[in-house]
């Protein structure tokens, strides 16, 4: 059987990955003194060790980075007491974060006002849930993506009237919607205000990969991007749900550990996956004998 490999048409980096990526690189370029990244710019090993490459200092903790610097965020945010502590240390702070995040961070401060509470639903170890948190002053529990976990937070729910609702902006759809329904179930007299804070652009790569596979004859399916990010994972359960043989990988080296591959092909990518890696897969497949190539 020969091959042929179909590249997703969102496959690359998403507006806000690539616009952090160019906010870190123009200050590596325009700095004569060392550039400190707080944190991983983005979930990708092979970008970390690109800017690495360039000349930039990767630090975790705020007493190692030096008075008066050129310190760049990431996209995910950075928790408020962070900020403040950069700013008291003279630090010339490059703020990368998506305007996705800082937008479900704006909904999550306003909605605050307007009820007895807040449910930000997603993992609480998550840079973005961490960073959202910083800013909230009202009463907040965070609801992991798994549903066996929320009967934990009833006694919580049981005392409000009114809840706002901020979700992970790289969650499944799927778990959003399990969410609200389960509490239009289970808390029928509380009323829930959503803020609807789901990326467009995580919906969208999430939404043709469904498309895809259920209307073309899609043999298996290859989701390019680091092992730490939560929507490259969000694509390669997504895919596993609906039956297809499913790998994921960071780069192209290793393919060479996958089963034989015949057929369709799908490859999709994760936000933070750099095209050029995605390029790279899509020529490694190709040297096969007997594919074909194409564009959705």
């Known amino acids: 059987m020969s091959k042929k490999v179909v590249v997703a048409r969102k ?14 690189l123009q200050a590596l370029e325009e700095k004569q003194e060392p550039v400190f990244l707080f944190g991983e710019l983005v979930h990708n090993r092979q970008v970390m060790e ?16 030096p008075p008066g610097v050129t310190v760049v965020t990431r996209s995910h945010g950075i928790k408020k007491e962070d900020f403040e502590v950069l700013k008291s240390k003279g630090a010339k702070i490059v703020d990368t974060t998506c305007p996705r995040v800082r937008k479900a961070r ?22 973005e849930v961490e960073a959202l948190l910083s800013y909230i002053n009202s009463e907040v529990v965070v609801c992991s993506k798994n549903p066996e976990e929320w009967e934990n937070v009833t006694g919580w729910l049981e005392k409000r009237r009114f809840v706002g609702l901020v979700e992970q902006t790289t969650l499944p759809r799927s778990v959003v919607d ?16 959503v803020a609807y804070t789901l990326c467009p652009e995580t919906e969208e790569r999430q939404q043709e990969l469904l ?11 290859i989701v390019v ?11 390669f359960l997504l895919a596993r749900q609906e039956g297809v043989r499913v790998f994921w990988v960071e780069t192209a080296e290793e393919l060479s ?32 004998a007997g594919e074909q190539n194409g564009r959705i």
């Open 11 to 24: 496959a690359g980096f998403c507006p806000g990955v690539e616009r952090a990526f160019q906010k870190a």
């Open 50 to 65: 690109f800017l690495i490459d360039k000349g930039a200092r990767v630090v975790n903790n705020l007493l190692d980075v």
């Open 106 to 127: 704006f909904l999550a401060q306003r909605m605050q006002r307007e009820n007895e509470g807040l449910i930000v639903l997603g993992d609480y170890k998550h840079p």
């Open 178 to 193: 399990t969410f609200r329904a389960w509490f239009r179930k289970r808390f029928p007299d509380v009323k829930l205000q």
């Open 211 to 221: 498309d895809v596979i259920r209307t073309k004859k899609i043999d298996a399916v």
């Open 225 to 235: 991007g680091g092992k730490n990010s939560a929507n490259t994972r969000a694509l």
């Open 257 to 288: 550990s996958l089963p034989q591959l015949e057929g369709e092909i799908l490859l999709v990518s994760g936000a933070s996956t750099p095209r050029t890696i995605v390029e790279e897969v899509e020529r490694s497949l190709q040297t096969e």
